[in-house]
């Protein structure tokens, strides 16, 4: 069941076009992710179905509610993390979770929350002292602390260390697991493939692709890359032979082999026969990264 319904959804600011006629829907369960670049639309578009923002026009739904006619209604069953968001220096944990409990009819228990969050060692911290990795556990935290159906989380992750990143990974696979459908807002590919059952890839405020992220990847194409130093020169024609081969290039020492099928096999056996070794030898998939490039024309962040 659709629980979010986005339709031809358009906002300007003065002359610039922020979204363009955007759609989508997020089913109930779903990790959702809206991917993009910064300054794709991807925030002012999760403020418009928060409610935070007016559109200029399209119709929006979120658990059957219109954000702007039903709004308050609606910030009783969302809770929202937001790109950019900051408590008083000097507010505890605890403080800021009893504040925010009050603003809900029916809050979550903060101290379970607290507990879940791994943060219960910290209810006596000062938000000033926390961490950037337990800042945005704690935002996490107050946006899940009045049991809502929805939670959408802005740019997680930004600024955290890798393995803080990974932390909070697990911690929202945690939250969808308990029944919350998330809708992630985010820039970086590795977080998207990760997370997200299924993925609207925004550019310049259009949804250039929907899908789920190996879905993306299938649109364009399921080439691997072979990597090596070959011990000994290798005319191209080796491997251009090949069946499975596409293209050759040289890096310097380094030769990248691009192609389909068992590629690996393929261009070892080929080296083994002519008694070269591949040294530094390394395969990649087709990935979100190389979608996003086809796709949109552009590198990512």
Not at 170 to 178: A, M, Q
């Amino acid at each position: 069941m659709d629980i979010i319904e986005v339709t031809h959804l358009h906002k300007t600011y003065g002359t610039t076009t922020a979204v363009d006629d955007v759609s989508f829907t997020v089913g109930a369960g779903e990790i959702f992710g809206i991917l993009g670049p910064n300054g794709a639309g991807k925030t002012t578009t999760v403020e418009c179905l928060t409610g935070l923002r007016t559109p200029d026009r399209g119709e929006l739904r979120v658990l059957g509610l219109d954000p702007r006619r039903d709004r308050g209604e609606l910030r009783q069953r969302v809770g929202v993390q937001l790109q950019e968001s900051r408590l008083p220096d000097r507010q505890t944990v605890a403080e800021a979770m009893e504040l925010y409990r009050s603003f809900y009819r029916r809050p979550a228990d903060g101290e379970q929350l607290l507990e879940m969050l791994g943060l219960a060692d910290k209810r006596h911290t000062q938000y000033r002292k926390l961490s950037g990795g337990q800042k945005q556990r704690l935002a996490i935290a107050l946006a899940l602390v009045g049991s809502p159906a929805v939670a959408v989380l802005d740019e997680l992750t930004t600024g955290l260390d890798p393995q803080a990143r990974r932390d909070t990974w697990d911690l929202v696979e945690h939250v969808r697991d308990s029944g919350v459908t998330i809708v992630l807002v985010t820039h970086f590919m590795d977080e998207a493939e990760r997370l997200c059952d299924r993925i609207a890839l925004v550019d310049s405020g259009r949804v250039v692709a929907l899908d789920t992220p190996a879905g993306l990847v299938a649109q364009v194409g399921t080439q691997q890359r072979v990597h090596f130093r070959p011990s000994a020169p290798v005319a191209d024609a080796l491997l251009t032979d090949l069946p499975e081969v596409a293209d050759v290039q040289h890096h310097g020492p380094r030769v990248v082999v691009t192609g389909t099928g068992d590629l690996l096999q393929a261009v070892t056996s080929a080296l083994a026969r002519h008694h070269v070794v591949a040294h530094d030898l390394r395969v990649e998939q087709t990935s979100l990264d190389d979608a996003f490039v086809t796709l949109t024309g552009r590198r990512s962040a």
